[in-house]
């Protein structure tokens, strides 16, 4: 068996009915690439072969009523791929809007934890005729990271790339009875006390260090300080996402005429496109919008788990109306905000996670939900902000050539719009969750990404 780390099992503890961890994707297709042609039984058939070779997609849950710690992860031994690969088709005429509902329609559905965390559904019917692949898993198993390594043992650099071998695999996660559970459960409870007392010091002097560094201009922003907009409310069992996809070189441009990093360009994208929606709907702040940015600790931490993040606060300058003096004005944010969170250390949520229970955090997180609390505390951040690097050559799904690849991360009470990008083969893919009750025109959001990049083209233009 395989315990989860707290940080992985907090996602368990912290989801409800209408606040879903999953982690998705929307994976469009060119199926004329696959050898021999594309069928839904050949795909179905090739993706069970080769998750044999892939522990981590075979893994399920288990837990104890004597467990004092958190579940762990056994192996499947009823592992049927149907219960995790579906088909479907879309309506006439199989545009974006058709796509980006339905897939909207499965992000809202719950997955199964009787069974490993994850499904594949098959998307037929789309305009240009290609096929989209929306996948779900769970974030208690994979961080942005590890989901994108998952997603690269299903592709490959050609069409008829072999499989990989199940004897080169990672170990399985294997077998535990309930004395095991619980044994194991109560010798880790047991050396919780010797762990807090390693960890409290180091956390104590964290709130005079943050405020001593504020008072220096050094400081990301603290919590519970961003502006409130319609995006900061209490969410509804209801996803809807929008994705578009933007040219990577003119991204680069940007960054190589200003001097930033990709990730500012990325930051400045999002920036300029909230400015202009939260401006045609008259609520503009005055103040900067405020994003969370998952940090990769992976090679950082020595602490056990799958997700190996941290968080990081930075300003989006979303008050600048100048775009060149916005992006300049992020990368000096987020320049200080990175210093600053690596200073926090790369383990301290792990750290504290660990202390995180099923009995507290579920039911807190329930009554949070069910009294809309979200609204009733100063904003703790707007939204969160992923940037995940992928491949820079043509990869295939399956035998199927990746077209696009957009990525989609889980939504939180008080915080209910990701933005999360991923780039692929000289192309940034952008893909956006939401909750339809608080972004209903989540498409004139997305749209205005693409114009956000031109103004920033432009204000490169103009420095060289």
Known sequence: MQRLSGLDASFLYLETSTQLLHVCGVIILDVSTVPGGYTFAQLKAELGARTEAIPSFRRKLQDSKFNLDHPVWVEDTDFDIDRHCHRVALPAPGGRDELAELCGDIAGIPLDRARPLWEMWVIEGLEDGSVAVMSKMHHAGVDGITGANMMAQLCGLEPDAPRPDPNDSAESAGQASTLDIAVGGLLAVAS?????????????????????????????????????????????????????????????????????????????????????????????????????????????????????????????????????????????????????????????????????????????????????????????????????????????????????????????????LNVTVMSLNGQLDVGLMSCPELAPHLWDLVDAFPAALDELVEAAGKRS
């Open 192 to 416: 919780r006390p010797a762990k807090l007392l390693r960890i409290v010091p180091q956390s104590l002097t964290l709130l005079p260090r943050w405020i001593g560094r504020a008072r220096r201009g050094e400081a990301m922003p603290a919590p519970f300080t961003a502006p409130r907009t319609s995006l900061n409310g209490t969410l509804t069992s209801h996803r809807n996402l929008a994705f578009t996809q933007l040219d990577l070189e003119k991204v680069k441009t940007v960054k190589d005429a200003f001097d930033v990093k990709v990730n500012d360009v990325v930051l400045a994208l999002c920036s300029g496109a909230l400015r202009k929606y939260l401006q045609h709907r008259r609520e503009l702040p005055d103040k900067s919008l405020v994003a969370i940015v998952p940090v990769s600790v992976h090679g950082k931490s020595d602490r056990p788990g799958t997700n190996q993040v941290s968080g990081m606060f930075t300003e989006l300058g979303t008050q600048i109306e100048d775009p060149a003096e916005r992006l300049l004005a992020i990368g000096e944010h987020n320049s200080t905000s990175k210093e600053h969170n690596e200073t926090l250390g790369a383990s301290l949520l792990q750290d504290w996670s660990q202390f995180a229970g099923q009995a507290v955090f579920g039911t807190a997180m329930r009554l949070y939900s069910t009294l809309g609390l979200a609204e009733r505390h100063p904003v703790v951040h707007n939204l969160v902000i992923s940037n995940v690097p992928g491949p820079s050559v043509p990869l295939y799904f399956l035998g199927a050539l990746i077209k696009a690849m957009y990525p989609l991360g889980p939504i939180f009470h008080g915080a209910g």
